[in-house]
């Protein structure tokens, strides 16, 4: 019997299941994956032959009623794929794959000597091969506060919307994409944007981008959101359900890409955006209102230009003091300040290697440091040798592709065969959606790891396009493109073949020169 197990975590938990069906990843859950699949490249699920399916019992533990089913799965170019992420009941797994049993229930504890994990509804089972799929979960800058709010999965999502409705002010902490898309999609409410780094979106942009991005925050009206499906990640995903009810521990279903499709993100005020940056600072200290009163602070209104000091006599149910010593009262917070491996419900007793990022090493065949236990999304560190322009990211692209990954290699050791890693190790590639602008992002993109050896080039159309790409002695090492550039597949062939392009220099991104048909 062959087990995938996933207790998962936040908005951002990733998802392990092929195209057009159920993932295996979700708030505070245990499971098990679908059917470990051979996979053709390019070739949906639903035409593989049945014969390549293992046969093998397979169990999906799960704290959840629903699963998560990736569907409309597009293979963009080579790296890039799009999909999008439904909720589906755990019977349409189990019907479309009758070797596939669901079990609703969280896991208790994991025995890897004696192949057995136990469920907290008191039963234990017993496994061939297992695999952990439990993602990440919140990084809240305060632990029970009821006025911190994260947004991990679908119960805390709809907690802030309705928290939402009531409030004039809220703060939001982070600078990754979780906080990128609130700030944008909030209407009708006071957002200050508390971030640590220089410029926003530090997750995906330079300072450049992110002056590109700004006009859009700062526009008076929204405009109608464009058809872009995508894949987000989860890392920035999400935390923990809170919010002035009250916070919960229980993790519920984890959130998909466009998570805020649907949620009618508006306060109690009739404008559309207003949003105040406050750059190179972290939260120093919480108060609630009457601590905030007994000690005779003074808080600062809406800033209502770059150097507004004005004192505000309105009285909060929470205040945020920053570390550049301004005060501001709001409704509630917003942690967005990114996620952990979700490992605690595996460790004890279990002899894992753990890297540095808290997650569980895998090894370039997904394999944990324990026999017959692998490991696939945001629970997982990558540990092998990486291509020199792939990097690991806890996004919803990887956590899809290392699921499906780690299904095959599952497949081959248990029938003896060799397996070579996945092309989607090949190279990092991302797409994505911000401000309402297609975002792609493709191998070091911000010069990860590159040092001073590199130089960059720029193209940019205010309010249309921003294009970035990396080089590195002659040689295309990475790409941000914002807009629609239509370049996406010619640069991720011009990375992945690593093409000397010294010849020619800045006309590489002249805007009067078909790139693409000149490099087809």
């Known amino acids: 019997m062959e087990m995938f197990f996933s207790q998962e975590n936040p908005i951002r938990a990733p998802k392990t299941a092929a195209p057009?069906?159920?993932?295996?990843?979700?708030?505070?859950?245990?499971?098990?994956?679908?059917?470990?699949?051979?996979?053709?490249?390019?070739?949906?699920?639903?035409?593989?032959?049945?014969?390549q399916f293992p046969s093998e019992d397979i169990f999906l533990v799960t704290a959840s009623p629903v699963i998560k089913a990736v569907t409309n799965?597009?293979?963009?170019?080579?790296?890039?794929?799009?999909?999008?992420?439904e909720e589906q009941p755990s019977s349409l797994l189990e019907?479309?794959?009758?070797?596939?049993?669901?079990i609703q229930s969280g896991v208790k504890q994991l025995k890897s000597d004696e192949h057995k994990i136990y469920t907290e509804d008191g039963k234990e089972y017993i496994y061939e091969k297992l695999c952990?799929?439990?993602?990440?979960?919140?990084?809240?800058?305060?632990?029970?506060?009821?006025?911190?709010?994260?947004?991990r999965d679908t119960d805390s999502a709809q907690a802030f919307q309705k928290n939402l409705a009531q409030a004039e002010r809220i703060v939001v902490v982070g600078n990754g994409?979780?906080?990128?898309?609130?700030?944008?999609?909030?209407?009708?409410?006071?957002?200050?944007?508390?971030?640590?780094?220089?410029?926003?979106?530090?997750?995906?942009f330079d300072a450049g981008a992110a002056e590109f991005l700004l006009p859009k925050l700062t526009?008076?009206?929204?405009?109608?959101?464009?058809?872009?499906?995508?894949?987000?990640?989860?890392?920035?995903?999400?935390?923990?359900?809170?919010?002035p009810p009250g916070a919960s521990d229980k993790l519920g279903s984890a959130l998909g890409p466009d998570w805020h499709e649907g949620l009618h993100?508006?306060?109690?005020?009739?404008?559309?955006?207003?949003?105040?940056?406050?750059?190179?600072?972290?939260?120093?200290?919480?108060?609630?209102?009457?601590?905030?009163?007994?000690?005779?602070?003074?808080?600062?209104?809406?800033?209502?230009?770059?150097?507004?000091?004005?004192?505000?006599?309105?009285?909060?149910?929470?205040y945020v003091e920053l570390t550049n010593g301004k005060i501001y009262g709001c409704n509630f917070i917003v942690s967005a300040t990114g996620v952990v491996p979700n490992v605690e419900p595996f460790l004890d007793g279990n002899n894992f290697a753990v890297g540095e990022d808290g997650g569980l090493k895998v090894d370039k065949h997904m394999h944990t440091s324990l026999p017959d236990v692998f490991a696939a999304g945001d629970i997982c560190t990558a540990a092998w040798e990486p291509s020199p322009v792939w990097h690991q990211m806890r996004l919803w692209t990887q956590a899809r592709q290392m699921g499906w990954y780690a299904a095959k290699c599952m497949a081959a050791e248990a029938l003896g065969e060799s397996i070579d890693m996945d092309f989607s190790f090949e190279l990092f590639a991302h797409i994505t959606k911000f401000f309402n602008y297609k975002v792609v992002v493709l191998g070091k993109y911000n010069a990860q790891g590159l040092g001073s050896e590199h130089e960059l080039m720029l193209r940019c159309t205010k309010g249309h396009e921003y294009v970035k790409v990396v080089m590195q002695n002659g040689r295309m090492m990475g790409?941000?493109?914002?807009?629609?550039?239509?370049?996406?597949?010619?640069?991720?062939?011009?990375?992945?073949n690593q093409m000397d392009l010294s010849a020619y220099g800045e006309d590489l991104l002249n805007p009067d020169i078909d790139i693409e048909d000149y490099f087809d």
């Not at 069906?21 to 051979?38: K, V």
């Not at 799965?73 to 992420?85: I, N, Y």
């Not at 990640?233 to 359900?241: A, C, L, Q, R």
């Open 177 to 204: 994409g979780i906080a990128l898309e609130l700030v944008y999609e909030v209407q009708g409410c006071e957002v200050i944007w508390a971030i640590k780094d220089k410029a926003i979106g530090n997750t995906f």
């Open 479 to 496: 790409a941000v493109l914002i807009g629609e550039t239509d370049l996406e597949e010619t640069f991720e062939n011009l990375i992945l």
């Open 265 to 318: 993100l508006k306060g109690t005020k009739e404008f559309s955006h207003k949003v105040h940056i406050e750059i190179l600072c972290e939260v120093k200290k919480i108060l609630l209102q009457q601590e905030f009163v007994q000690l005779q602070q003074t808080s600062l209104t809406f800033p209502k230009g770059e150097k507004n000091v004005e004192a505000d006599e309105v009285l909060w149910p929470v």
């Open 73 to 85: 799965f597009k293979q963009v170019s080579k790296a890039l794929e799009e999909f999008d992420v």
């Open 20 to 51: 057009g069906t159920p993932s295996t990843e979700q708030s505070s859950t245990a499971r098990c994956a679908p059917a470990p699949r051979h996979r053709t490249p390019h070739r949906p699920a639903s035409q593989l032959p049945q014969s």
């Open 219 to 243: 526009a008076e009206s929204q405009e109608s959101p464009i058809e872009c499906k995508r894949t987000k990640y989860t890392v920035e995903g999400s935390e923990e359900k809170g919010g």
């Open 95 to 102: 019907k479309r794959y009758p070797n596939i049993r669901v």
């Open 132 to 151: 952990l799929c439990a993602g990440a979960k919140p990084k809240l800058i305060v632990e029970g506060n009821p006025y911190v709010l994260g947004i």
